[in-house]
């Protein structure tokens, strides 16, 4: 038995940036991680020599200037620091109709390559895209903290009464709508379509603009950039920088319960039997697994949010190491391969393809490279098959993708060294998620970001952290929610 002022169940992204940032205020904190390492779907693992990101590794928020610059401000506060590696390309789409597309980090240069493809279309896109840049400049010109705490707000207002006005009108916006304002091509739509989905698995008209302003021109300003040692050394730096200011990591340490007392959230139980007590509970498992799991009830307010969220689809990913012969000079580090406008949403269609090894070589033995291939499915598609017949679906489907990647990279099939195959029962198993889920997706059209709620819930001591709270999913977005949970804390708890 022990008590700490907060308790972080889970070392994900969000879980490590509300934990760092509480120590390095002084509070005493403790994070429970049920695996063997922290980052959870920024995560990594090693096989044969190679290094593979588990998940995400088109990495946002390690700019050098303004504010959005969350995971360099995250280490920073820690005293620590990571090289990165700028990607001089966001992404290089492949369209339907054999049309390519490169995001440029320089925004004359995609806006350009963009209008190319589209010339009656150039005033939309240049209109559409600095409208995106108008909801990124109100961000970047203030201090990223909690919602919830009305001084900060009210000093904010303050300081930056015209950024603030202007991210207001913004919130309750889709892209769809803003996105028709500008442009009328239908084709140029489907495209906006894709450059939502990518990240919010979701077309325009249920993306909220908040973080598409974020996305569609952090891009550019602060750029997309890996860290040199794969996308897992954010999460150990961020574990050093805890532990650098007091703060506790358990590893193998699942949560089983929240325990509560008078209706409040005082404590956790762990599978090991072990229980510890805080007071203030913070959870970065995702809602669903945080209402109704590890506390058997579901508040009204989280039975509301259900009604306007579902989890989205997990993943098919396919970990391969390859020879270096197979990878083109000149290649792209990511690539999104679609074949069929209509298909965008379907299972198994839109192919994410991330080759890291570009940017950082010594993640992979000298003359192979690794590419990570992945493409949304859903959980209900895996369940239900004895091991052999799940066995021979990953077989047959992981030999589906490596023929849509054999177009982009002949020689792959003769160059292949290693593959490692991923399910959405992976991703349920290793990174305890809800039917392996991404994150939250609308059920319909909601209002922008109206919808998505903060980091307090409706059980007093209890508080959310990580994707499935503002601003949703991707890195910088729960580093966000990471910053504005432990502030929030902070504030309750007097630091
Ligand atoms: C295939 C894939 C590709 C992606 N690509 C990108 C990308 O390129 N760029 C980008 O920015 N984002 C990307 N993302 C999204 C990004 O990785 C996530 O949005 C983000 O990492 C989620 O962080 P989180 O802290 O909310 O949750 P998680 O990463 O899920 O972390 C939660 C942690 O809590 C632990 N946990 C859960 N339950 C318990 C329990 N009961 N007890 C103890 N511990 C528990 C888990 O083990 C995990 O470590 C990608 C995601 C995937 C899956």
Redesign the pocket.
Known sequence: MSTWDAIV????????VTASQLAQRGAKVLV????LI??????YFERSGYRFD???????GFGTQGTTNLLTRALAAVDEKLTTIPDPVQVHYHLPGDQQLRVHRDYGEFISELTQLFPQEKKGIRRFYDECWRVFNCLNSMELLSLEEPRYLLRIFAQKPLACLGLAAYLPWNVGTIARKHIRDPELLNFIDLECYI?SVVPANQTPMINAGMVFSDRHYGGINYPKGGVGQIAQKLADGLAKYGGEIHYQ????RIITAQGKAVGVE?ANGQIHHAKRIIS???RW?TFGH?LPDIPRSEQRWRKWYKPSP??L?LHLGVRASAIPPGTDC?HVVLNDWAQMEAPYQTL?V?IPTLLDPDLAPEGYHIVHA?TPCWLADWEHLNPREYEQKKEALAGQVIERLLALFPRLDADLDYMEVGTPRT?RR????IQGT??PMPRRPLPGLLTMPFNRTSIPGLYC????TFPG??????AF??FACAHRVATDLGF
């Open positions: 169940i889970g070392a994900g992204m969000g879980g490590l429970l991680e049920k695996y922290p980052g959870g779907s920024a995560g588990v998940g995400a590794s088109m990495i946002f990240w340490s699942r949560v089983n762990c970065n498992a995702t697994d590890l997990s993943f990913s990511h994410f991330s992945f991703h290793f990174l305890g998620r991404y994150g952290v990580g994707d499935s999913q991707g890195l910088n977005a729960v929610s990471g």
